[in-house]
Structures are given as structure tokens and as C-alpha cells.
């Protein structure tokens, strides 16, 4: 039942059906690729689109004006973005705790080890600090071990700082 024309047919088959593949992807390459061959450049094609003109950036609003209309309750639920490194309980996670963090020295809490980059930000956790390191911490203090990205609403912040604020230290 297994003789050599069987065996024959068997590996045309598979012979074919790959030529079939690398013809079939040699064809598809050609037919999409971007890039010229060898070396050459090939031009791209731009999509025109309507302008939708100059983008307006929010208004300046001063942190006074901000910090006026901070709500603890919603910082409250942006805390949760804080919570998987930080906890307000007085005891350490990979970040410290955050209980009482408004107006403490930068890096007062025992039994945490800081990296110092965080004394580029200043002294002490003021609002405006915290402002300023909660926007982007990479880009206040480059070298710091917080891996988190930031907020960038200004409204998030200054609802995050009075909740933590709010909270006894």
C-alpha cells in the first residue's frame, strides 16, 4: 500500500504546496512592501486632511484659583490610581505612606529608603510641589524610582492634594 510512487506523490504535494507559500509570499511582499529595493528610496504617500487649525492649549489658570475648587471626595477616587505602591495607614508599601505627606519633609518617613532624586522637587511636600511632581514625577525629578506616569488634568491634582490633605498624619 506504501511504495514509492505514494511516497513520490506525498513529498510533490508538500514540495508544491510550499512553492505555492513562498511564491505566494514573495508576491505579497512586492505588491506592499514600502521600502525600495536595495537601498533605493521609495516615496510615501501623505493623506491630506482638514485643517482643524491652531490647537487651543486650556487656559492658564493660576494654582490659587485651582486649588479653591479641590475636591477631597473625588481626590478621594483618584487616590486609586496611588493606591497599588502607596497606603494612608502609616505603614510602608513600595512607596511610602501617604498619611500626612502635605507639608512633611520630601524624605522623612522612617524605615523607607528613598533614591534622592526626589530633593529635586524641594524640601517639603507643598501643594505646589506635589502640583508640580504629580503632572510627570520622571520629568520633576529625574531618577526617581516611581514608575508612575502622572496625572496630567490639573483638576485630578489638586483634588488628589486635598484629599491627602484631609487626611491625619
Not at 99 to 107: E, K, L, Y
Request: with cysteine.
Amino acid at each position: 500500500m506504501f511504495d514509492t510512487m505514494t511516497m513520490t506523490k506525498a513529498v510533490g504535494g508538500f514540495c508544491g504546496a510550499f512553492l505555492i507559500y513562498l511564491l505566494g509570499g514573495w508576491a505579497g511582499e512586492s505588491l506592499y512592501s514600502v521600502g525600495g529595493h536595495g537601498g533605493e528610496e521609495v516615496a510615501s504617500y501623505v493623506i491630506e486632511v482638514e485643517d482643524a487649525g491652531p490647537a487651543e492649549d486650556e487656559p492658564e489658570v493660576d494654582f490659587a484659583t485651582l486649588m479653591a475648587s479641590a475636591d477631597a471626595s473625588a481626590g478621594e477616587r483618584v487616590f486609586g490610581k496611588c493606591r497599588a505602591c502607596h497606603k494612608i495607614d502609616g505603614s510602608n508599601a513600595t512607596g511610602p505612606h501617604l498619611d500626612g505627606v502635605v507639608g512633611r519633609a520630601i524624605d522623612a518617613v522612617d524605615g523607607f529608603s528613598y533614591s534622592g532624586a526626589l530633593l529635586q522637587v524641594g524640601d517639603t511636600w507643598t501643594p505646589e510641589n506635589m502640583f508640580h511632581f504629580l503632572e510627570s514625577p520622571r520629568n520633576a525629578a529625574p531618577g526617581t524610582t516611581m514608575s508612575f506616569a502622572g496625572l496630567p488634568k490639573p483638576q485630578d491634582r489638586v483634588d488628589l492634594i486635598a484629599y491627602l490633605d484631609s487626611l491625619d498624619g
